[in-house]
């Protein structure tokens, strides 16, 4: 739609939208578009921790060189912007686009079933939760209802969704790295495994793969999800499903933490495009103020921009939309992931560590924890 | 006239192992220039535990899958060699499962197996047994996938089997009858030896087939749980294409290619002793 409206408006300077080719991740695809020379002119789904590899390439164009960037750049972006999309060298390379802040949904007649009335807030909360709503329904002797699901293979892009955004709430916004040096913060880690181990342990979350989705079926109470879920709800649910948001649950003991993992997508330009002058274009074109409100209303996820709950052009949209709204009060607590080297690697060890210490309980949340850091430190110090 | 077979050779056996010895000594993410690395692929690879468990990982594989591989194959192939009623159909069926996808066939035992909601531990628990953790216990996942792989290739060793039968002359047993030698003897002293050649073949490649595991666990369990699965080829995947590890995957590929033609030979000779 947007290249639509652009392409009549702009008939000197016409734009081809090309879906990205299937792949396990759009990371892979663009890797082998760079080592083959075939990228687009410019990708408006780009993993912000893969940007250093590009950039390393060279195959991404420093936006920040484009004399009106600055102007962009103070009306766009949100405080803190710049220091964490920014490269080491000074430039920027990727215009943030769209924030996907992970929250809890959870499924309300479930709860109100089992006799919770307000969703957990903290993970004791959540637990007590879950040990009302995992059930055997049919007296078979085994659960057939459970609180929550993971993918529980040790996928490193799955821990994303799980350890990590826990971590990041847990941690008070941390990501693993600070100043370009490893700084895990361990305490958090040991308590986000210790959550996921009683919860584990429990049964509260099953050891098994779903073709279906559980969340339809009445099969799971909860799952960790981002914005796009509300648009997908919306064209496959059935009328009668009832869900709600709320804020991922909090260690005991922390007062507040509206901390959240953010699956961040950026927009960049390919260093072999042809035309520069005129993708830059189009980049200002898609970050808009209407086209925000377009990736709002049609894509259901929430743009990098700073006021976005204050400008007069949104009201209405989230008065209406009341869901997408609390991801709009979430985003400015996202974080995303560091800008480092090894990123996948790095999360697979999490993904080791997080089946260790929380799925099969081989060894404590502590052993977990300093296992994973000296890891860390092997890949680290390997890739850099 | 030799050239074109120069050409093949030098393109498609030359170049990529010089490369790749090249690359043994390099860092490369496909998408940037390589780096000199020294001895560092080496030397990680020396201290990478992950890598030795995924060769025992195969190694289980092998120990479980080859075996029953070739009990289950020789027995069906026994069968279907005698004159039975529709067993031209028996022989499609079992070769079935040869030319389905794999991956279809791993998402269909992923649902097979699934701990919680699969249906062979539906039945089990409808017949009053406890759940099998199929795919979720480290020490359940790889003997899983052993019985997973076997069910789909064993429709190929079938074959190769039957066709071992039915070129053993039966004049062989013609004079054994005439000695009265019993079944099994017949079987024992006649069909087993002169099954010897295909039983080289089937050995030497189910073994290469085991080392070359990859689908199942990467569809199944991505390697887990805690590493179970994790075969050789999976891990030096995941270097590759996950981590963009070029100079280190391709180390640790010439290394398991070592492993492979180490084992071969071994088996080979071990195979061919034993069975005469």
């Not at chain 1, 507040?256 to 961040?264: I, L, Q």
């Not at chain 2, 490649?205 to 590493?227: A, C, D, R």
């Amino acid at each position: 739609m947007l290249v639509d409206a652009w392409n009549a408006d702009n008939p000197d300077i016409q734009i081809r939208l090309q879906p990205i080719p299937a792949g396990q991740s759009s990371e892979e695809v663009l890797l082998a578009a760079i080592a083959a020379k075939t990228t687009p002119d410019i990708c408006s789904n780009i993993w912000p921790g893969i940007v250093k590899d590009f950039v390393r390439a060279g195959a991404v164009l420093p936006l920040s060189k484009f004399a009106d960037f600055d102007s962009l750049a103070t009306s766009r972006f949100p405080d803190g912007t710049v220091e964490r999309f920014g490269s080491a060298d000074g430039h920027i390379y990727q215009i943030p686009w769209k924030t996907n802040p992970i929250m809890m949904l959870y499924n309300p007649k479930m709860f109100a079933e089992a006799g919770i009335e307000t969703p957990p807030a903290t993970y004791s909360e959540y637990l007590e939760a879950a040990s009302r709503i995992t059930a055997d329904l049919d007296g078979d002797d085994q659960m057939d209802r459970w609180m929550g699901y993971r993918d529980i293979r040790p996928i490193w892009h799955q821990r994303r969704f799980d350890y990590y955004t826990f971590y990041v709430g847990a941690s008070g916004g941390k990501t693993f790295f600070e100043d370009g040096e490893l700084s895990l913060d361990t305490a958090a880690s040991n308590i986000v495994f210790s959550f996921f181990r009683d919860l584990y342990e429990g049964g509260h979350f099953p050891l098994t793969t779903f073709q279906r989705n559980p969340v339809l079926s009445g099969t799971i109470a909860t799952v960790f999800t981002g914005p796009w879920e509300v648009v997908w709800l919306k064209d496959n649910a059935p009328p009668e499903f009832e869900y709600e948001f709320a804020p991922l649950p909090r260690p005991d003991g922390m007062s507040e933490s509206p901390y959240t993992f953010g699956d961040f997508k950026s927009i960049a330009i390919f260093s072999n495009t042809e035309h520069p002058e005129a993708a830059w274009k189009f980049v200002k074109y898609l970050v808009t103020r209407e086209a925000d409100l377009q990736l709002l209303e049609i894509g259901g996820q929430i743009p990098v921009r700073s006021g976005l709950l204050s400008d007069s052009l949104y009201v209405d949209f989230f008065d209406h939309n009341r869901k997408l709204r609390q991801f709009a009060e979430v985003a400015p607590y996202t974080r995303g992931v560091d800008a480092v080297s090894s990123l996948q690697e790095l999360f697979d060890a999490v993904a080791q560590q997080f089946e260790a210490g929380s799925v099969y309980r081989v060894y404590e949340p502590e052993e977990a924890t300093r296992r994973l850091v000296k890891r860390m430190r092997l890949i680290h110090d390997w890739g850099s | 006239m030799v050239a074109p077979y120069i050409i093949h050779l030098a393109v498609f056996f030359g170049y990529p192992l010089i490369f790749a010895l090249v690359l043994v000594f390099h860092r490369w993410d496909i998408v940037t220039e390589m780096q000199f690395a020294g001895s560092r692929n080496v030397v990680r690879l020396l201290g990478d535990d992950v890598f030795f468990q995924a060769i025992m990982n195969t190694g289980l594989f092998l120990v479980i899958h080859i075996p029953l591989q070739i009990v289950v194959a020789l027995f069906l192939a026994t069968i279907l060699n005698e004159k039975l009623k529709g067993r031209g159909f028996f022989r499609t069926v079992y070769f079935l499962p040869v030319v389905v996808s794999g991956v279809v066939i791993t998402i269909l035992f992923q649902q097979l197996f699934a701990f919680d909601t699969g249906f062979v531990n539906n039945v089990i628990s409808a017949l009053g047994g406890k759940r099998v953790p199929w795919l979720v216990s480290p020490q359940w996942a790889m003997p899983s996938i052993a019985l997973m792989a076997t069910w789909k290739n064993v429709g190929f060793y079938v074959i190769l089997f039957l066709t071992g039968l039915q070129n053993i002359p039966e004049s062989l047993y013609e004079v054994a009858e005439t000695d009265g030698a019993s079944q099994w003897q017949k079987w024992r002293h006649i069909t087993l030896p002169m099954l010897n050649p295909m039983m080289v073949t089937v050995v030497i490649l189910s073994t290469i087939g085991g080392f070359s595991l990859f689908i199942e666990p990467y569809v199944l369990t991505g390697g887990g749980p805690m590493n179970s699965t994790m075969s050789g080829l999976l891990y030096i995947y995941n270097q590759a294409f996950y981590f963009n590890h070029m100079g280190y995957a391709t180390t640790l590929g010439l290394f398991f290619a070592l492993v492979i033609l180490v084992v071969v030979l071994v088996q080979k000779r071990f195979v061919e002793t034993e069975a005469y």
